[in-house]
């Protein structure tokens, strides 16, 4: 583990332990992105925002922690883009159409409802997204986020981004407890990325700072993590030179 890594490893550990020391948050939610008590007013919050009311697409996790504004934006009625869990398909991405739902929003937006009605989709059959929902462990005011470890998030923009469908047009936000928004230095690397609003249950903060990777860095990536992610491998042997394939 390199000393970045240590260094996320450690703010995660701290605010896992606060949120559960305080009670913000279920019991069991230590190394998970966190289901804190007051996401529906985070989706409250954040579908009052001129940045919302102007999306049509929104692309978000299957975290619980983000349900009530999947929820929210099916309700709104904007085209919902839901990764697979652990992007564990060609095709990484449930469409959630609100013109063509079989179940009430609330239903759709869970995990086992998209599953059920969604449509999967990969980067060519996708609409530019026009908002970001990312789930995060920690976050700070200049937009610097960690999200549990297992580089999903960052994998899941950096593919949207080579396609061109997150661009600097795009919001990327992230909804967290108050006690997730940290004041300390947050490391970050090459395939990191920086949020550009967080919304709490009370506040929103407008995030100066703007890191986006140019699309997926390879570099970063184990052999093993491109085989199992398999858009991934399939993007890789793409660009594998000729006379290697």
Known sequence: MSDIDQAK?????????????????????????????????????????????RASTVKANPDWAQLPIRTRALQDGKLLYMAVPRMASLKPFYLLDPAL????????AEKKGAE?????????????????IC???????????IGKGAGYSDLEVALLIEAGLVTEETTIVAPVHQLQVIDEEIPETEHDFSVDLIV????????ERRQHPNGIVWEDLTAEKVEAIPVLGKLARAQLPRNLI
Do not use: H
Request: with cysteine; glycine share 10%; net charge negative.
């Open 101 to 108: 739902l079989s179940l009430l929003p609330e239903e759709a």
């Open 9 to 53: 490893e450690a703010v995660r550990d701290r605010v896992w332990r606060l949120l559960e020391r305080e009670g913000a948050v279920p019991e069991g939610s230590y190394g998970k992105i966190p289901g804190f008590y007051g996401n529906e007013a985070t989706a409250e919050r954040l579908a009052e925002l001129d940045v919302w009311k």
């Open 116 to 132: 059920q009605i969604a449509r999967r989709v990969g980067v060519d059959g996708m609409r530019p997204v026009d908002v970001v």
């Open 200 to 207: 709490t249950p009370n506040e929103v903060i407008q995030c």
């Open 135 to 145: 789930g995060s462990v920690a976050v700070n005011r200049s937009g610097a986020r």
